[in-house]
């Protein structure tokens, strides 16, 4: 039996869902962090002490939710890929509520808990990114809601 054979909610896909996850969260993490970075370089406001204190960053964070909407949504498409979006509402809430559990302690470790130079202590993450950083999260949730919503405006006659 393999991973997709277990269906809790009934038709989540699990090994589809953490797939899509993994490339997902590794696409927004690359693009975010140079779009980032790059907009840093193009203001340049010298050294900061915290990476939220960056004249750059602070443009960035404002385009996070967006962009997580816009790298998610095609994830949950390929993920919903050649079964069509009918009667799987229920599947996209299970599927947005799956990864935005799986995104929450991933972004945790990976951004309060690892030592790097995007870390920052549990405040400044979860307090210090308000309201941005719950944005991102309700994007993240909502995509496969999205990704159903877009196809079916691409299925339907005369679209």
Request: net charge neutral.
């Amino acid at each position: 039996m393999d991973s997709d054979d277990i269906r809790y909610p009934p038709g989540l896909r699990w090994g589809r869902a953490l797939a899509t996850f993994a490339g997902a969260y590794a696409a927004i993490t690359l693009v975010a962090t140079a779009i980032g970075f790059g907009i840093s370089a193009l203001v340049d406001g010298g050294p900061v002490a915290h990476p939220l204190d960056d004249p750059g960053y602070q443009l960035t964070e404002k385009l996070l939710p967006a962009l997580n909407l816009a790298v998610w949504t095609p994830f949950a498409a390929l993920y919903f890929a050649g079964r069509g979006g009918a009667g799987r509402r229920g599947e996209a809430l299970a599927l947005g509520a799956l990864w935005l559990a799986v995104a929450l302690p991933v972004d945790y470790l990976g951004f309060v808990v690892l030592e790097t130079p995007l870390s920052l202590s549990a405040r400044e993450f979860y307090v210090g990114q308000f309201p941005w950083i719950y944005l991102i999260y309700l994007a993240v949730l909502a995509s496969p809601l999205c990704a159903l919503a877009l196809a079916k405006t691409r299925t339907r006659p005369g679209a």
